[in-house]
């Protein structure tokens, strides 16, 4: 296999966890500049660069028949019909694109599902080193995502809300009506809080990764499973079988 972003931290990190593993062979690293060309002969590809430079990277391998596990984020809807696009017309390829490898990330993002139908206000907050450079982060939208589409389904209007005066954005961004904070931080590497309150009451869901060895073995997961899921699969539950 090869990794794309092989000198970033994620890319890095990969890397090693590779040449740690036995039932596995780094063949390629690939870094900005670098012609992809065959990707060194590897049958799969771990993607960790850039949001803007992912998509392209991800279509080069698709078409020349390599899957592809992508942990990169920016993948909104338009970018993920595109990627459809190809690989349709590559039936055999597999993408799974994850925002968050961290089984406990995956734990809240479906707990957050499950409890969101129960509460009349809920707010999301991530916080990260302060080298990120996207916000929100991709598993802050997707969990608010979620979160918004089992309100809809409950039948669950607007988040409570008086705010008329929030010039400077203190409110927080919205993802499907779904209020974010972003914080970054000396000292962070990932974390997210799900705030959920009720008449009398609060429950909080949060997950932090202290090191991004946490991430590893949902990306060796999905690096070991992508041969048996070709087309698009977003989200590592699916490779754990958490799917309902
Ligand atoms: N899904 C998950 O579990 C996780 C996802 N992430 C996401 O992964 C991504 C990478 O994060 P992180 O490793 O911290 O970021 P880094 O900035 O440390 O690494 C990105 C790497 O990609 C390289 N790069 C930039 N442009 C290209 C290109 N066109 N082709 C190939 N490589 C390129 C960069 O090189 P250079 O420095 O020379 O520009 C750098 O080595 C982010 O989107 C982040 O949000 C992060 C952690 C966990
Ligand atoms: O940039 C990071 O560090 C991370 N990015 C991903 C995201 O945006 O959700 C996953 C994790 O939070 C770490």
Avoid at 22 to 32: A, Y
Avoid at 192 to 216: I, K, N, P
Wanted: with cysteine; aromatic share 4%; hydrophobic share 45%.
């Amino acid at each position: 296999m090869a990794v794309i972003g092989a000198s970033g931290r994620m890319g890095g990190e990969v890397c090693r966890a590779v040449e740690a593993a036995d039932d596995l062979e780094l063949v390629g690293r690939f870094d900005q500049g670098d012609d992809l060309g065959d990707l060194a002969g590897a049958d799969v590809v771990v993607e960790f660069s850039v949001p803007d430079a992912s998509p392209g990277n991800v279509a080069h391998c698709v078409d020349r028949g390599v899957d592809v596990v992508v942990g990169t984020t920016g993948w909104d809807d338009t970018r993920l019909e595109s990627l459809r696009g190809t690989l349709a017309e590559h039936p055999g390829v597999g993408v799974l694109i994850a925002p968050n490898f961290a089984i406990g990330a995956i734990l809240v993002m479906r707990f957050a599902q499950e409890a969101a139908r129960f509460y009349e206000s809920v707010e999301v907050i991530e916080l990260h080193h302060p080298a990120k450079v996207d916000a929100p982060s991709g598993t802050a939208a997707r969990t608010a995502s979620l979160i918004g589409a089992a309100r809809a389904e409950a039948g669950l209007g607007d988040v409570p809300d008086a705010t008329t005066q929030d010039p400077g954005g203190a409110r927080g961004a919205r993802v499907d009506g779904v209020p974010v904070h972003s914080v970054r931080l000396r000292g962070l590497v990932a974390h997210q809080e799900v705030l959920f309150g009720g008449e009398g009451e609060m429950l909080t869901l949060r997950h932090d990764s202290f090191d991004r060895s946490s991430f590893m073995p949902g990306v060796l997961a999905g690096v070991r499973a992508i041969g048996d899921h070709p087309g698009l699969t977003v989200g590592l539950e699916h490779v754990l079988g958490l799917d309902d």
